[in-house]
């Protein structure tokens, strides 16, 4: 598996298709595909947890309010790299979260 540089011009792009492919398959009914798509999501995050873009992409599969499973994962993987965000960040993404909390709060299924 070959590492994308975060310096080339379509990281952002390449990044951002990446995750909404694996947020999809961690969906669907197989459990081997969902299996796959976490390690896959698993392998990202853990390379590149320090990247603002992948912090941003988790916070509007978040904010989305989407379907149960892939909210948990990705609430689970936010959480992980919550220390690793930014200080100047931080205030700016619990403002952000927190209107999202109270969505989820209010949802009717379990999560």
């Known amino acids: 598996m070959q590492i994308i540089e975060r310096k080339q011009d379509n990281f952002n792009n390449y990044l951002k298709q990446s995750l909404g492919i694996l947020f999809t398959l961690i969906d669907h009914a197989d459990v081997d595909v969902q299996n796959a798509a976490i390690d896959s999501l698993d392998r990202i995050c853990i390379t590149y947890k320090?990247?603002?873009?992948?912090?941003?992409?988790?916070?509007?599969?978040?904010?989305?309010?989407?379907?149960?499973?892939?909210?948990?994962?990705?609430?689970?993987?936010?959480?992980?790299?919550?220390?690793h965000i930014r200080p100047l960040k931080q205030r700016a993404f619990a403002l952000k979260l927190f209107p999202c909390f109270v969505k989820l709060c209010k949802r009717e299924d379990v999560l």
């Open 50 to 83: 320090d990247s603002l873009r992948l912090q941003i992409e988790l916070y509007e599969i978040i904010s989305g309010n989407g379907a149960k499973r892939p909210l948990l994962i990705a609430l689970k993987k936010f959480s992980e790299i919550c220390p």
